[in-house]
């Protein structure tokens, strides 16, 4: 017998803050599945950002 699903497991986008405020060309993005049951809030990590060339603050966008 199947299993019902909720698909709880959502994909989301996150995109480099930093870069959009100093104005260097090009967009850093990356795309990761969270939980919206556990984490309803915008998501936000640390990643690297290869225009930038260092790690940054990316969040959730919409």
Known sequence: MAKKT???RV???LEC???KASGVPGI??????KNK???P???ERKK??????RVT???EIK
């Open 17 to 19: 803050t930093e870069q």
């Open 37 to 39: 049951k556990n984490t």
């Open 41 to 43: 809030d915008r998501l």
């Open 28 to 33: 850093s993005r990356y795309i990761t599945t």
């Open 57 to 59: 603050v990316h969040r």
């Open 11 to 13: 994909q989301v986008i």
């Open 6 to 8: 909720k698909d709880a």
């Open 48 to 53: 690297y950002n290869p225009y930038l060339h």
